[in-house]
């Protein structure tokens, strides 16, 4: 199974950017074959969806993040990224990668970090 570990979380003021990495092992392939994204959650909250990139190279983003957020994914480095700007207090949330494999349907996620967005 895929282990992740996600970084970059931290406290940033309103209007700020931050960038998330997940750090990714046990690949059996490369990462462009897996369903890779990101889920949030607040406080008192579901978790929720912010952005996907799948194994064919879709994208989707929560509508709340667009234009804001951009996810990507370095196979040399087999991490995933997230990358935020424009953040506001209602970002703050922990955050986690998760990663789907589309031949069995394993998902794997990572122990979350934290964002805070506050002035």
């Known amino acids: 199974q895929v282990h992740l570990v996600e970084s970059g979380g931290g406290l940033v003021q309103p209007g700020g950017s931050l960038s998330l990495s997940c750090a990714a092992s046990g690949m059996t392939t490369n990462i462009y074959d897996y369903n890779v994204g990101w889920y949030r959650q607040a406080p008192g909250k579901q978790r929720e969806l912010v952005a996907t990139?799948?194994?064919?190279?879709?994208?989707n983003y929560a509508d709340s993040v667009k234009g804001r957020f951009a996810i990507d994914r370095d196979n040399a480095e087999k991490t995933l990224s997230l990358k935020m700007n424009n953040l506001r207090p209602e970002d703050t949330a922990a955050y986690y990668c998760f990663t789907n494999q589309p031949w069995d349907g394993v998902d794997s996620w990572g122990q979350g970090t934290q964002v805070t967005v506050s002035s």
């Open positions: 990139l799948s194994s064919g190279n879709r994208v």
